[in-house]
């Protein structure tokens, strides 16, 4: 479960603290899926790297699996992440000097060695459909394949919590359809607790449950 209660966050400014955030609570389980709307600078993305313990809260609290993630030392938080976590960000983040079959793998290549990830990282490209690209690097992929790329990645792990940030915004028409499908595919699956912060009114549309980011509240009514 992921749990978020009571979240404030500030950011310091010349003219005093400026809140992004304010009393952001919520509550998703294994097999939930939300997407949360709202414009550019609505803080949107603010609220993905605090619920992925990228970034710690002025108050309030967030727990995954019963873990309140800011409680762990530097380097145990970092694990937690990659255990746990799977992030899928606007801009795909690719490493330009790997293919794309390196690319998924890179979040395994610190903790325990795993002689499956290559096989797992390879079954994932498949899924997204990207199997005859594995030897490719970013240079040579569309934007839509880049951001599958960046999905298997995110999923390499098999986390509990996959958030999306805008995960369509820089795709075509065409190619954000692909991603939104595939996001609806892995949340009928009910393997991980999906989290898509978003603008585009379509992509939400495709979720179960909306809600709506302003001025740093959560508004609406969730399905």
């Not at 990207?130 to 098999?158: C, F, N, T, W, Y």
Request: aromatic residues 4%; contains cysteine; glycine residues 8%.
């Amino acid at each position: 479960m992921l749990k978020a209660e009571h979240i404030c966050k500030e950011f310091p400014t010349a003219s005093g603290p400026l809140r992004i955030l304010n009393d952001v609570s919520l509550e998703l389980r294994r097999g939930d899926a939300l997407a949360i709307m709202g414009p550019s600078g609505s803080g949107k993305s603010t609220l993905i790297y605090v619920l992925g313990a990228l970034e710690p809260p002025t108050s309030g609290l967030v727990t995954l699996e019963d873990q309140n993630p800011f409680d762990l030392p530097q380097r145990e938080l970092a694990q937690f992440r990659n255990r746990k976590i799977g992030f899928v960000f606007q801009d795909h983040c690719l490493l330009a000097q790997c293919s794309a079959l390196e690319n998924v793998l890179v979040p395994t290549f610190v903790g325990p060695p795993d002689k499956n990830t290559a096989s797992r990282a390879k079954t994932l490209l498949d899924r997204v459909g990207l199997s005859g690209r594995a030897d490719h690097p970013p240079g040579a992929l569309s934007g839509g394949e880049k951001q599958r790329v960046a999905l298997a990645r995110a999923l390499i792990r098999s986390p509990l919590l996959l958030l999306c940030d805008e995960p369509t915004g820089n795709l075509d028409r065409r190619a954000a359809e692909s991603i939104a499908d595939l996001l609806v595919e892995i949340h009928h699956q009910r393997e991980t607790i999906l989290l898509v912060v978003t603008h585009n009114a379509e992509l939400a549309a495709r979720f179960p449950r909306q809600l709506e980011l302003i001025d740093g509240q959560l508004r609406g009514t969730e399905g």
